[in-house]
T-cell receptor, first 112, second 113 residues
Framework: DQQVKQNSPSLSVQEGRISILNCDYT??????FLWYKKYPAEGPTFLIS?????DKNEDGRFTVFLNKSAKHLSLHIVPSQPGDSAVYFC???????????FGTGTRLTIIP | DSGVTQTPKHLITATGQRVTLRCSPR?????VYWYQQSLDQGLQFLIQ???????AKGNILERFSAQQFPDLHSELNLSSLELGDSALYFC????????????FGQGTRLTVV
């Protein structure tokens, strides 16, 4: 049972344009959401997070939007840069459950 | 560099064998998590330890076990290995239990032949 879903395995975006990565979840108990970025041969690195009491969180070029009614979150990267090419994982956690539940990832390729 | 060290980076072994993966958490972190990433899959939570005690358990097979030692390093033991156990195994650490912004090691790539 995949509680966190990233339905797009890959995404290609022109450098300088906006990249939008999507994530859906099924567990209504999830209250904290994170995005991790992973380069080849490296472990995932934390990128940005959002609590369920917010609908938007911004950090530089990265913005995460949360739509609780739709159980959907998205990561916007603008402007996209070649160094953003990586696999992006969406993850979620719920109160009292300390593990992160990850999606399957989206491979983002930024085209120069 | 996340500060989390995993050894070895690569491991090739035969079916039926037993291996031990090692993780040293970031200095000061008390919580250690183990995740498995199979080909084209997300990271599957296996198990969490906090200050030496098992805290949470995920989809960990009975053939797999883990422990956290007094110096806070952790080991994941995989036995009676099968071809399907081939995967990347990641360790992550955080200071507190429930700290969701965990820091990941580079992973151990296990290949069972």
């Amino acid at each position: 049972d995949q509680q966190v879903k990233q339905n797009s395995p890959s995404l290609s975006v022109q450098e300088g344009r906006i990249s939008i990565l999507n994530c859906d979840y099924t567990n209504s108990m999830f209250d904290y959401f994170l995005w991790y970025k992973k380069y080849p041969a490296e472990g995932p690195t934390f990128l940005i997070s959002i609590s369920s009491i917010k609908d938007k969180n911004e950090d530089g070029r990265f913005t995460v939007f949360l739509n609780k009614s739709a159980k959907h979150l998205s990561l916007h990267i603008v402007p996209s840069q070649p160094g953003d090419s990586a696999v992006y994982f969406c993850a979620a956690t719920d109160p009292g459950n300390e593990k992160l539940t990850f999606g399957t990832g989206t491979r983002l390729t930024i085209i120069p | 560099d996340s500060g989390v060290t995993q050894t070895p980076k690569h491991l090739i072994t035969a079916t039926g064998q037993r291996v031990t993966l090692r993780c040293s958490p970031r200095s000061g972190d008390l919580s250690v998590y183990w995740y498995q990433q199979s080909l084209d899959q997300g990271l599957q939570f296996l198990i969490q330890y906090y200050n030496g005690e098992e805290r949470a358990k995920g989809n960990i097979l009975e053939r797999f076990s883990a422990q956290q030692f007094p110096d806070l390093h952790s080991e994941l033991n995989l036995s009676s290995l099968e071809l399907g156990d081939s995967a990347l195994y990641f360790c992550a650490s955080s200071f507190r239990t429930g700290d969701t912004e965990a820091f990941f090691g580079q992973g151990t790539r296990l290949t069972v032949v």
